[in-house]
């Protein structure tokens, strides 16, 4: 079965500060995604990339997939404490998109 | 533009009461799915929808949890004679075809 490794599993910034999240696959990703989650509350959908070298960019949020297509990050200029959350990557297992396996997320905490 | 929505967002319940949740899917999306998440890790997949039909379902769905998506629209999911371990966050997700998966707000459950 597939596993995603995230790391740092917490990060804490100072406002202003960039940073990076790193999401690895034990094996090839057919569609990796990213959600952002509130303590509490469902996940909101960010980005989702398919191919190997693909980069999203969404406000100040980057993603990058490899060209292996095993490993994506997720890098966030000039963070602010609208940023702060639980970032999770999700990847598609089999490519029949019938379910999805997750990390088990990255703790950001943005500091003012 | 609707999301998915989910009822109730909290429920408590003692040991091995039965429970049953709702979840209202995005209305053209004709793709449904429920994960369950415990505290600090991400979510993990439980069943799948493909309009009525329930075309997936992960080992974690003992023979206590059941799923139903009657007319293709809404689900449910219950669980019968709770036990401690099933307290957990209960998230429904929907997608048009194999595309990205759009979360609910979950549902909280604890048993006492």
């Known amino acids: 079965s597939q596993e995603l490794e995230q790391s740092p599993q917490s990060l804490i910034v100072q406002e202003g500060k960039n940073l990076t999240i790193n999401c690895t696959s034990s094996k090839t990703l057919y569609g990796l995604y990213w959600y952002k989650q509130k303590y509490g509350e469902g996940l909101i959908f960010l980005m989702m990339?398919?191919?190997?070298?693909e980069e999203k960019s969404h406000e100040k949020i980057t993603a990058k997939l490899d060209e292996k297509k095993q490993q994506s990050s997720l890098h966030i200029t000039a963070s602010q404490p609208s940023h702060a959350g639980i970032y999770l990557c999700?990847?598609?297992?089999?490519?029949?998109?019938?379910?999805?396996?997750f990390g088990s997320g990255t703790q950001l905490t943005v500091l003012p | 533009d609707t999301g998915v929505s989910q009822d109730p967002r909290h429920k408590i319940t003692k040991r091995g009461q039965n429970v049953t949740f709702r979840c209202d899917p995005i209305s053209e999306h004709n793709r449904l799915y429920w994960y369950r998440q415990t505290l600090g890790q991400g979510p993990e997949f439980l069943t799948y929808?493909?309009?009525?039909?329930?075309?997936?379902k992960s080992r974690l769905l003992s023979d206590r949890f059941s799923a139903e998506r009657p007319k293709g629209s809404f689900s449910t999911l219950e669980i019968q004679r709770t036990e401690q371990g099933d307290s957990a966050m209960y998230l429904c997700a929907s997608s048009f075809l194999p595309d990205t998966q759009y979360f609910g707000p979950g549902t909280r459950l604890t048993v006492l």
């Open positions: 990339l398919q191919k190997g070298g």
């Open positions: 999700g990847a598609d297992p089999s490519g029949s998109a019938r379910q999805l396996t």
């Open positions: 929808f493909q309009n009525e039909a329930q075309l997936e």
